[in-house]
Nanobody
Framework: QVQLVEFGGGLVQAGGSLTLSCVAS????????MGWFRQAPGKEREYVAG????????YYADSVKGRFTISRDNAKNTVYLQMNSLKPEDTAVYYC????????????WGQGTQVTVSS
């Protein structure tokens, strides 16, 4: 019932910034939230950041804390991931995901957008 489309990926130099966007369509749940994941080749998927539609304190992985900011625009059903001070280690395919409740696993997934950080 929820479709997600990510965009905003691309190539950036180390130290640069990039903002990803994820637009949700279809039915969304005010009690749920959105998250960003990333996966690099040969590596496990990493939960990068998460936020509830209702607000509260976002979650950040230690690897991105202080550099990445997740935000949302409820009126647009859009979630953003502002990435600053990018490092080559941030290179991955980034996926947005949605869940209808914070007690559930993420249920809906976008197709991913590539972020490549050069040294």
């Amino acid at each position: 019932q929820v479709q997600l489309v990510e965009f905003g990926g691309g190539l950036v130099q180390a130290g640069g910034s990039l903002t990803l966007s994820c637009v949700a369509s279809g039915r969304t749940f005010s009690s749920g939230g959105m998250g960003w994941f990333r996966q690099a080749p040969g590596k496990e998927r990493e939960y990068v950041a998460g936020i509830l539609w209702s607000g509260g304190t976002p979650y950040y992985a230690d690897s991105v804390k202080g550099r990445f900011t997740i935000s949302r625009d409820n009126a647009k059903n859009t979630v953003y991931l502002q990435m600053n001070s990018l490092k080559p280690e941030d290179t991955a395919v980034y996926y947005c995901a949605a869940r209808t409740s914070p007690v559930l696993k993420y249920q809906y997934w976008g197709q991913g957008t590539q972020v490549t950080v050069s040294s």
